[in-house]
């Protein structure tokens, strides 16, 4: 996330485990402008919106890889929360409660020829640790709001853009708006553990309804400043595309036995053996429509020669590819990524392990599948003795492909941005982590990833670590931003 090296490609940052935001921000250099906003406050001032974001970060809604470790209790308060805090919505909304992980609010258009959007969010949180090196300023779930920033988990991912979706409507309801085209609003509990229960389900639910989308919007990507050298503008990244990923086990077999008597190879030495060549053998780089379309797009705003190279990355790619290569964040925009996560062998110190596993957590960039990972591990592993498996405790998917970036949904959106921050330059990007977008593939081809915030370096380190907090300049964006794209919803044409 810390993107440092040379250009042109060096400081173009890429994958991150929050589903946030994937991108380093490099930090903002100069304060943005805003445009004159909407009627951001007809039901409230930004303020009471922080004070919205404080009460629904109190509600520490964490989500574990295991279901059963996950207080359902905290959910339904998140529930009830929603109820009281935005009244206007529950009474004029049509609300389902599909199932505790699952929300699905409904704001009926008035044109029913124009198809729907819908807008994403999760509710759910990653833990948050507050002891030692991990202490943080402010309780991880007071919801402490100082000058100018509300703090806790879950303030950037993500219920800041819930609450401002809520927000939003509550307020244009207040002033008597009516979208022409109707307005999903999806909301999920378990988006951190790959969404199965949440928005899979709400998916599930519109698909057996009929439901076809003119849009998705769900978080992603966000306005980065000073990331890129020579380029003053910020740059808002609207993620077309998203990687797929899946974990691979590697399990090898042997006969244990006493250490004192070990064999020529035992199951660690052929499995380290195994990695080892995996390792040493990346997968191949490739170009994809979103990455050049964004090489393109900053290409118009660089100075020669990096103009020459960028706008024409196809012809320059043997260069670009060597570039991408040597950092890590932009070897990830380049290329499916393979890495060795955990390792088990023998349990006791003098016994020779019976069994060896480790497993590769491997992001998939789009135009490859899970299949073709299996097949290309299997083939550079090339060891009859080493299994290789799908590792069943962790839900994979496919990536997801290019979603048109002359859209009318990515047209929304821009609007939308540049309501919030005119001077940005909005960009296609492709999305290294993960987030619900990828369940509701089947109702629409126009799915973008975009979170309305300027971070800086130390606020995306909040980002599942310590001291998560978002400003109140980025509490007023997202205001702005969710008002402005529900209120385009009545332009059929942009
Ligand atoms: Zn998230």
């Not at 008597?176 to 909301?187: D, E, I, L, S, W």
């Not at 939308?416 to 629409?444: C, M, N, Q, W």
Request: charged share 20%.
């Amino acid at each position: 996330m810390k993107a440092r090296k040379r250009r042109p490609a060096g400081k173009v940052a890429g994958p991150a485990e929050a589903s946030v935001l994937k991108f380093s921000a490099g930090g903002v250099r100069a304060p943005l402008k805003s445009s004159a906003a909407p009627d951001v406050d007809a039901a409230g001032s930004v303020e009471t919106l922080a004070r919205r974001i404080s009460q629904a970060v109190s509600i520490p809604t964490v989500s574990y890889a295991d279901y059963s470790r996950i207080d359902l209790k905290q959910h339904r308060s998140f529930h009830a929360f929603l109820r009281q805090a935005f009244p206007l919505v529950h009474k004029n909304l049509e609300f389902r409660k599909i199932n505790d992980y699952a929300l699905l609010y409904f704001w009926k258009g008035s044109e029913q020829s124009l198809k729907p959007c819908l807008l994403a969010a999760h509710f759910d949180v990653v833990p948050a640790e507050d002891s030692g090196d991990n202490k943080w300023i402010h309780p991880p779930f007071a919801g402490h709001i100082d000058g100018g920033y509300v703090w806790g988990r879950g303030t950037l991912d993500i219920k800041m853009s819930l609450v401002a979706i809520m927000h939003a409507a509550e307020s244009l309801l207040a002033e008597g708006f009516r979208p022409a085209r109707g307005v999903y609003f999806a909301f999920g509990g378990d988006e951190e553990i790959d969404g199965k229960k949440g928005a899979r389900s709400i998916a599930s639910f519109l698909a057996e309804q009929g439901v076809e989308l003119e849009y998705v919007l769900d978080e992603g990507t966000v306005i980065a400043s000073g990331m890129y050298p020579g380029i003053e503008e910020p740059m808002a990244l609207v993620s077309i595309a998203e990687k797929g990923h899946c974990n691979v086990s590697l399990i090898v077999s042997a006969g244990g036995g006493h250490s004192s008597l070990p064999h020529k190879e035992n199951a660690v030495g052929i499995l380290c053996k195994a990695v080892t060549r995996l390792d040493s053998r990346p997968f191949p780089a490739r170009l994809t429509d979103p990455v050049r379309l964004f090489l393109k797009g900053i290409s118009r705003h660089s100075s020669f020669p990096e103009r020459v190279v960028l706008s024409r990355p196809g012809l320059f790619w043997p260069i670009l590819k060597i570039v991408f290569s040597r950092n890590s964040n932009t070897n990830a925009m380049i290329r499916t990524s393979a890495a060795v996560t955990m390792i088990s062998g023998s349990e006791k110190e003098n016994v020779l392990p019976v069994a060896a596993q480790a497993n590769i957590n491997v992001r998939i960039l789009p135009g490859e599948s899970i299949r073709s990972v299996l097949d290309r591990i299997e083939k550079v592993i090339d060891d009859s003795r080493v299994a290789v498996r799908p590792n069943p405790d962790w839900l994979p998917n496919e990536p997801v492909g290019c979603s048109d970036p002359l859209s009318y949904g990515y047209s929304a959106i821009s609007q939308a941005i540049k309501r919030i921050v005119p001077e940005a330059l909005i960009l296609p990007f492709l999305l290294s982590g993960s987030t619900d977008s990828k369940h509701y593939t089947a109702l629409t081809p126009y799915i973008y990833r975009f979170s309305p915030v300027v971070l800086n370096e130390d606020e995306l380190k909040g980002i599942h670590g310590v001291n998560e907090r978002i400003s109140m300049d980025n509490i007023r964006r997202c205001a702005d931003f969710y008002i402005t794209i529900i209120r385009i919803t009545s332009e059929k044409a942009l």
